[in-house]
């Protein structure tokens, strides 16, 4: 699935925290079912049609949140991992 680019001006750089611990919850925050997508993809899905890049900070499991978004066909062009 490739996410369409709407808003071609204007856009912004965004930044998404990921880096919580997630104890309560379990299992990793970013990971968790949503309807039928993950917390992840959701916000990919609003943030890349209007940020010109986007910055996901992750404390741990930066692998995982990485293949989980490859699974999930999207595009990660402009998504930068710290």
């Avoid at 919850?25 to 916000?43: C, D, F, S």
């Avoid at 609003?46 to 978004?69: D, F, G, R, T, W």
């Amino acid at each position: 699935m490739t996410i369409g680019r709407k808003f071609e001006e204007n856009k912004i750089s965004s930044i998404i925290l990921c880096a919580g611990q997630s104890s309560r919850m379990g299992q990793e925050k970013a990971l968790l079912q949503v309807g039928n997508e993950t917390v992840i993809t959701r916000i990919l899905n609003n943030l890349y049609p209007i940020s010109e890049s986007i910055i996901i900070v992750v404390s741990k499991n930066v692998e995982k949140i990485k293949q989980h978004l490859i699974a999930s066909y999207l595009e990660l062009d402009n998504v930068h991992f710290v």
